[in-house]
């Protein structure tokens, strides 16, 4: 992508990641209603949040901010949630976000030739935005009693991103057509140490982070969450940052996603 390119996209707001709903992954079998949860048993559950991030990243010569307000207003769909698969203290689990965002923007630029005469030149950019974030993770815990717990955990951050662009510019001599595709993706190895603390029956405050190396430069992610127990799920909000630091030879410098999260988790 050329930087003529990307920059119209990121000043006419034609842009990028993120938002809301479900994910569903299970393992082996599940516990009749009658029966009481021993730790000995798999358990699971599932989440389903909304995460009202902003996105920021780097390229060169040109920034990208992209407010939750403009994610939203050009959505074609999002599938946000994690899938957790529990037994004593062992715990798989998995985070995943899919984005696709489509828009169009048109412009037109008044071009003066000599004193008396102007040349008008219309354009329309079309741009789609695919995003792909999986996160496959193991984690044990190392530490617990009834009123804190400790996890360490390894595992892998996934990043895939595709844009395609389309710009068609009209002018006296007719209309022509430029198409730009660009696509890349990330492995990266992470590790990561969760804290939980029970601050009553009902109410629970956890605080995560992340980090690692791989085909980025580096990547790490840190959070902190309340949650409250009703009836029949489990309630939580929080804040959350996840940022990636990228080679030279990537699309982006860098970027960053960030803001309050909420949403509820199941049992299965």
């Known amino acids: 992508m050329n930087g003529l390119m990307l920059n119209r996209m990121i000043n006419n707001k034609t842009t990028n990641l993120f938002a809301f709903i ?3 992954f299970v393992i082996g079998n599940f516990a009749s209603a009658e029966e009481s ?3 000995s048993d798999w358990q ?4 389903v949040y909304l995460w009202g991030a902003e996105i920021k990243a780097d390229t060169a010569g040109s920034d990208i901010d992209i407010s939750f307000n403009d994610i939203i207003d050009n959505l074609d769909m999002a599938v946000m949630g994690t899938l957790r698969a529990q037994k004593d203290k062992l715990k798989l689990y998995t985070d995943i976000i899919y984005l696709d965002i489509e828009d169009s923007d048109k412009g037109q630029l008044i071009i003066p030739i000599g004193r008396t005469h102007q040349l008008t030149v219309g354009d329309k950019l079309d741009v789609e935005i695919k995003s792909w974030v999986v996160q496959p993770m193991v984690a044990y815990t190392v530490y617990k009693t009834p009123e804190y717990k400790i996890d360490l955990g390894a595992g892998a951050r996934y990043l895939w991103l595709e844009v395609d662009m389309e710009l068609t ?5 007719g209309a022509s057509k430029t198409k730009t595709s660009e696509s890349g993706h990330n492995w990266d190895a992470i590790a990561s140490v969760r804290g939980e603390v029970k601050l ?3 109410w629970d405050a956890a ?3 992340d980090g690692g190396s791989g085909d980025s430069d580096y990547t790490w992610q840190g959070l902190t969450a309340v949650s409250y ?3 029949n799920f489990t309630g939580f909000l929080g804040y959350r940052h996840l940022k990636w630091d990228f080679d030279d ?3 982006l410098e860098n970027m960053q996603i960030s803001g309050p999260f909420m949403g509820a988790r199941f049992n299965f």
Do not use: E
Request: aromatic share 14%.
């Open 22 to 24: 479900i994910l569903l």
């Open 37 to 39: 949860v021993n730790a």
């Open 200 to 202: 009553s029956d009902k």
């Open 207 to 209: 605080i995560y982070f």
């Open 44 to 47: 699971f559950t599932g989440d």
């Open 249 to 251: 030879d990537s699309l």
């Open 229 to 231: 127990k009703f009836d």
């Open 169 to 173: 510019t009209t002018g006296p001599l």
